[in-house]
Each structure stands twice: as structure tokens, then as C-alpha cells.
């Protein structure tokens, strides 16, 4: 059979829009990366880690939903609808309205939320390890809000083509954060107050995130206006949407959240190898201490790949479905939707590969060292290859949602999303009595690839049947180059790991992704994967 190349010029202007978010997502992870060596460095695998990490998914769930999800879904197609007026004054009523009440609803959310804290600590006895977690998310807590505003700030300006500063964001929380780390830490002595401190880092570069993104909102002529009376009607749509978005889109979130409260609460007590649970026949406790950071480092090393390649494309590609569906243009929706999907299948499946040979490389290399020793290695290791077998499934379901969203469907998202999250807890509840924290990613990446799957079958009956022959012989074809790249890998690491000089250092780690890399692009090559050329070339056209 013989393959077409693929033209990249239809698809120029998200994919421009992907590769600026994905550069500045590189960037932030970078960053996120070396942030994630000095925490490993400075509290290991500990119960203060544990606790922090538990503390700040909180914020961080609702920025998923908000910044990559809920809200941003439910209101760039009705932003974008009333962005086609001639007049653009009720699309920046309406985008103040939005900020206005969200601003008001996390605040009373916030202040509901330290309320119950104070009494949690005030009425019951807690444990150390309970005490500091409650400090932890008190302090935390409002960055909620800043969080969330600034995301919300970003979805405006990216349905206004601007990309640019709301990627930025995260790159301001991993400066700030690594800046408290190495610069503020070393003056305290326990490992609680370097972790308040660090709480502290979190909270500020909130502020920040939001001021970062006024000025170029400012500029697109936007102006803060009181009088939402005249957008009612498109706000009650957006907040009648939000529900079944906010379940729909948070699927992979509350698992993942799910993995860290499960771990917390059947993990043992540090210093306590004696205890028991409060369960039938008082079982011993199947987890370690030290099992939610484990969870936290593998799952950073999976949102890699994710984060600048999955929502990168997720967030370039939704104004466009939004508008191709507002247009009532389901042919040009349905081909970049497959289209989507196809560079998903090129970056994700190899990447959830690489994820799973260099596993181990990646957490002796990045994080052994100071408190985090080689028994965490293992730990660490074994998450990340449990995790990043999934990531070619976590990349597709940001597009197949955003597929479903854009033509107003959210119902089917939301009924998939609500049976993956049961199935998810039914097997944490399992599997970690036999293969401990394991157990947990294993369960969050089978689920998303299950998930993919039903709600591939489920989306083609809403907008068209899928390019199933392209799809299919792009999988295969990537699998092959992926098989190819996946032998030389593990070949390299082997070596790497035997060589004296290389073992556990950056060169053991960088010398098989590169070599792996130029298997798999000489193997793509061959095999006329065209379209992985569209990510590696800048687009030179813009979509009117």
C-alpha cells in the first residue's frame, strides 16, 4: 500500500498553537524535573513527603479541572460562539462574569475547606503524621483560587489564539518552588518547617501566575465589567455544562487522587512495624511509609511525556473542534480528529515504551541521592513503568473528550468516567495486597486504556465513523518503529548499566534515549509516518 504524505497546512494553526504550548511546557517540566530531584533530596521517601504530597494534590486537582478541563471546556465554545459577533462587548461580559463568580465560589469553597481543618485538629486527636498534613493543606488551600483564576485567565486568551503566557504558569510555580528549595530550606532544620516553607513557595507563585497573564489579556481589549445582566443566558448554559464535564474530564485526576488517599490511609505507621488496620481479622497493613511520595515521583515521570505533548495538543486542538462544530463543519472535525489521534499513536505509544525499559535508570539517575536512597530506587522505578504503560491512553482521552465537548456532547464522557472510577477502586482495593503500591498505577493506566477504548466506540456514533484504515496502519506501522527503538534501548541501558563510569549517572540515562531516539525517527522515516514530521516542523500557514 502506499502512503500519502500528509499535508500539514489545514491543521497549521493548532498545531503552531500546540507546538508553542508544548515548547513552554518543555521548559516547565524541565524545571518540574529538577524541582522534583531537590525534593527527592531533601525529604526522600519520608511521612513529611507523604504528607505534602497529599496537601498540594488538592490545588492541583482543581487546576486540572479547571486549567486543562471542566471549565475551560464548558466555556471556550460558548466564549468562542460569542466571539463571532461583530460586537465583542457581551464576550467580555461574559468572560468577566465567569472570573467574578468563580472567584466568589473558591473563596467560600477555601474558607469551608480551612474551617474543617481547624475543626479536624482542634476536635480529634491526630497523629504527627496527621497534624502536618493538616498544616499543609491549610496553607495550601488558597492557592486554590489564584490556581484557578489563572487558568481561567488562560482559557480567554487561548480561544483568542494567544498561547504564549498562559503557558507560562507553570513554568512561574517550578521557579518559584525550586527557588524556596535551594534558597529558603536550608535555613530551617526539620524536615516540617522546610516543608511549610516550601507551602508557603506554592502560595506565592499563585499570585504570580495570575499577574503574569493580565497584561497580555489587557491588550487583547479586554476590560473588567460588573454588569453580567446581559449574559445570563450564556452563563447559565456554561454552568449547566460544568457538572458532567467536571466528572467527565477528571477521570485519570481522581484516580490518580484516589492512588494518593488509598496509599496514605493503608500505609503504616513510620516507627510502628507491629501495627495493624481497623479491618476484619486486623490485617497488617499491605503498604510502607513512603508509598504516596512513590506514587508522586512515578506519576511526575508519566506527565512528562504528557503534559508536553498530550495537553499541549489537547489545548491547541479544542478551539478548533469548537468552532468547526459551531460552523456545523462535523467532516473538517472528524478529519483533525483523527488526525489527533494519529500523533497521539506516534508519541504515546513509544513513549509509554521508554517509560516502562528506562524505569529504573530514570529514578536512580534523577532521584538517588541525599534522602532518597536505593531501596526508594526500586520503589520509584516500579511505579513509573506500572504508570507510563498507560501513557498513549492518558494522551488520546484529552482529545476524544475535547471531540465530544465540542459537538455538545457531555453526557457520554460522564456515564464511561463514572464506571472507570468504580472499576479503578475496586482494583486499588485489590491489588495492593498483592504487589503493594504497584497495585495503584497499575490500576489507574488499565483503566485509562479501558476508558479509551469505549469511549473511542462511543464518540464515532456522535460525530462520524473514525479514519479507522489510517489509524490502523499508523499503529502499526508505529509499533513496529517502536519495537525497533525499544531493542536498541534496552540494549544501551544493559550496557550503560554494566560500564563503571555511566551507571547511575545522566550519562546512563541520556545515551539510550538517544539512541533509542534516532532508532525510532529512522524507523518512522522508512515507514513514512508523515505525520510525525507535522509535530518536528514549524507550520508556516495560519487557519483564518
Known sequence: MKFERANPAPSASWLRGAAIVGAMTVLSRVLGLVRDIAMAKLFGLSPVMDAFTVA?????????????????????????????QADRSQAWMLASAVLGWLALFLSALVLAGEIALGLWAWCFTVTAETLILIELTALMLPYLILICLASQV???????????????????????????????????STPEMQARVVAGCVLLSGVLQLLVQWPALHSTGFRFQK?????????????????????????????????????????QPAGQTDAVMFLPGSPCYPLQAGAVSALYYGERMYQFPLGVFGVALGTAIFPLLARHAARGELDQLRKDLSLGLRLVILIGVPASAALVWLSQPIARCLFERGEFGPAETVRTGQIIAAYGCGVWAYCG??????????VGDRLTPLRIGVLIVGINFLLNLILIWFVAERGLAFSTAFCAMLQIAILMWSTQRRVGRFEWIELGSCLARTF??????????????????????????????????????????????????DELWMILRRPETRES
Open 56 to 84: 498540594f494534590r488538592i490545588p492541583n486537582l482543581f487546576r486540572k479541572l479547571f486549567g486543562e478541563g471542566a471549565l475551560a471546556t464548558s466555556f471556550i465554545p460558548i466564549f468562542t460562539r460569542e466571539l463571532q
Open 154 to 188: 488562560g482559557a480567554v486568551l487561548n480561544s483568542l489564539g494567544h498561547f504564549k503566557w498562559p503557558a507560562t504558569v507553570p513554568v512561574v510555580l517550578n521557579f518559584v518552588w525550586l527557588l524556596g528549595v535551594w534558597c529558603l530550606t536550608p535555613w530551617f
Open 480 to 529: 513496529i518503529a517502536t519495537s525497533f527503538m525499544t531493542a536498541v534501548g534496552m540494549i544501551l541501558v544493559t550496557a550503560c548499566a554494566t560500564h563503571p563510569a555511566w551507571s547511575g549517572k545522566l550519562t546512563g540515562l541520556v545515551v539510550p534515549c538517544l539512541g533509542a531516539s534516532l532508532i525510532y525517527l529512522g524507523s518512522a522515516w522508512l515507514l513514512k509516518l
Open 397 to 406: 482521552l484529552l482529545i476524544l473528550q475535547r471531540g465530544c465537548y465540542a
Open 227 to 267: 454588569d453580567w445582566r446581559p449574559v445570563r443566558n450564556p452563563l447559565r448554559e456554561i454552568l449547566a455544562s460544568m457538572l458532567p464535564v467536571v466528572l467527565g474530564l477528571s477521570i485519570t485526576q481522581v484516580n490518580t487522587f484516589s492512588d494518593s488517599l488509598i496509599a496514605w490511609l493503608f500505609s
